[in-house]
């Protein structure tokens, strides 16, 4: 980032906020949940401090959409609709997918706040998120109701929802890094270029809500 660059808000402090207790709170349930699954981590889990923690941490996680919903109501609506709605740029952006994988992003179809993978990545998120919630839900408070077959069959829902999770995590860190985005989802702001090259139709819409003295809504020089 250079002095003098324009950089433009791309996410609000509740969004940000909401990101990182979600990040936080799945790494932890993530590692402690592997202590209760896993035989050679089983001494960590002794005297149910795992268990715990898994459960403590599976309130933050659950509770993070309705801080979202109280900070950034209107950003959550967003997000969901968003994440849902594909247009013609979106599903060719897919089919170009794999530049985009290796670094090439020139000669990408314009997007929106959100690129098609963003989108996909968002969704499959919000769902695997109802998943492993209800999942765990059941577990925690129903499982004396259960019969053996459904108990497992939570169970096995509850992983491979989580294994999802943990795969979109990876890939996230990937993109993350490799088009250095993480900037983004620190400050807010990104740099009026990479919004520019990679979100064009996001930012030709804040351009067009110009206020009167020309400046963009929502921007500030570094």
């Given at each position: ?50 268990r715990m ?110 294994y999802i ?32 090259l990679e ?24």
């Amino acid at each position: 980032m250079y002095k003098g660059e324009r950089m433009v808000l791309r996410f609000s402090r509740g969004q940000r906020v909401a990101h990182w207790a979600l990040a936080v709170s799945f790494f932890v349930l993530l590692f402690s949940g592997l202590t209760l699954m896993i035989p050679s981590l089983a001494p960590l889990a002794k005297g149910g401090v795992a268990r715990m923690i898994h459960r403590v941490f599976a309130v933050v996680f659950m509770l993070v959409p309705v801080y979202y919903a109280l900070a950034d109501r209107k950003g959550l609506q967003a997000l969901i609709t968003e994440s849902f709605r594909y247009d013609r740029d979106d599903l060719l952006w897919l089919l170009r997918m794999p530049r985009y994988f290796f670094g090439r992003v020139k000669g990408m179809p314009p997007q929106g706040r959100l690129n098609a993978g963003e989108k996909i990545h968002h969704a499959l998120i919000i769902l695997t998120f109802i998943t492993i919630s209800l999942t765990g839900l059941v577990l925690w408070f129903g499982k004396g109701n259960l019969s053996q077959n459904e108990f497992l069959g939570m169970v096995m829902l509850h992983d491979i929802a989580m294994y999802i999770m943990v795969i979109l995590t990876i890939g996230h860190l990937y993109f993350t890094f490799v088009y250095g985005a993480l900037q983004g989802m620190v400050t807010g702001y990104v740099n009026e270029k990479y919004a520019a090259l990679e979100h064009a139709k996001w930012l030709a819409s804040i351009k067009a809500e110009k206020t009167a003295d020309g400046k963009l809504p929502q921007s500030k020089s570094a």
